[in-house]
């Protein structure tokens, strides 16, 4: 059987593509975790499938690296958006994008992508964190690894642990501290956790530690969950520029309550799988 497939980015965060309404994956855990593999496979952060949709315009399945399934990909929607435009699947300048974490809208915005992102959920039980009461939920201590951190807590359809510190966050043992945290019991489903350093009220410098994927260059849904943390403590402006490892990012946290990312999406290469 040969399954074509395409690598691409989203300021480096990388991803497989494959388009399942012709090339169907019967175990796309299995696949996953073999091909994303940097050495022996294709190498990639995630694995991204094209289905067929009966809500929307087409249906986004995500797969980490250990095999297991999230939510929502800010990145890898763009790369996916890419994909479709790219290829004429669709000529919609804005597309319907069914997620588990809901329909999620590309659109294009010259050679960027422009991703509604929905509305910031920031209630605990909803995110979800094992903490009573209503949110948000600002620079709660969170133990690990020997130190306590402040954490603000986000979900943009996906967990997220927003803590910033006064360490150089380029230099910062994320790799120490990003796995004690998204196995901390205060969260029942894991969670991504983002280090960050506040430069101005317009500019925030991110690391990220994903959820089953470890450190990334880029995390889009964390940028935007960076974004909306440093404005719900007061830090920063409603729209501001994520520096992170791969690239930058524009969130901006609308009057309507939505918030809204911009980036790049790039294609690698091509290739076939034969099995």
């Known amino acids: 059987m040969n399954i ?29 975790i073999q091909y994303c593999d940097r050495r022996f496979g294709i190498g990639a952060d995630q694995l991204l499938l094209l289905h067929p949709s009966s809500v929307g315009d087409f249906k986004m399945l995500i797969f980490n690296t250990d095999g297991s399934e999230v939510e929502m990909c800010g990145n890898g929607i763009r790369c996916f958006a890419k994909y479709i435009w790219d290829r004429k699947i669709s000529d919609k300048a804005v597309l319907d994008v069914e997620t588990l974490a809901g329909i999620i809208r ?26 009573a009461g209503a949110g948000p939920v600002i620079d709660h201590p969170v133990e690990a690894g020997g130190r306590t951190f402040k954490a603000t807590f986000v979900s943009m359809g996906n967990p997220h642990a927003v803590i910033f510190v006064d360490e150089d ?38 690391r990220v530690w994903e959820r089953g994927s ?37 969130i901006e946290w609308a009057d309507n309550g939505r918030a809204y990312m911009t980036g790049p999406a790039d294609e690698v290469f091509e290739g076939t799988i034969r099995q």
Do not use: W
């Open 106 to 131: 590309p659109e294009r915005a010259g050679d960027m992508v422009k991703v509604d992102m929905g509305v910031p959920i920031l209630d605990p039980v909803r995110i979800p964190v094992n903490l």
């Open 214 to 250: 470890g450190v990334t260059l880029a995390c889009g849904t964390g940028a935007t969950a960076t974004g909306i943390a440093a404005m719900v403590k007061n830090l920063t402006q409603k729209r501001v520029t994520v520096h992170l490892l791969g690239g930058d990012l524009v």
């Open 4 to 32: 074509p497939f395409t690598k691409m980015h989203g300021i480096g965060n990388d991803f497989i593509v494959v388009d399942c309404r012709t090339n169907p994956l019967p175990d796309p855990k299995a696949f996953a």
């Open 169 to 206: 966050v380029t230099k910062f043992p994320v790799d120490t501290y990003g796995p004690a945290i998204e196995h901390h019991p205060l969260f029942p489903k894991r969670i991504n956790v983002e280090f960050v350093n506040r430069v101005s009220d317009t500019d925030l410098v991110m």
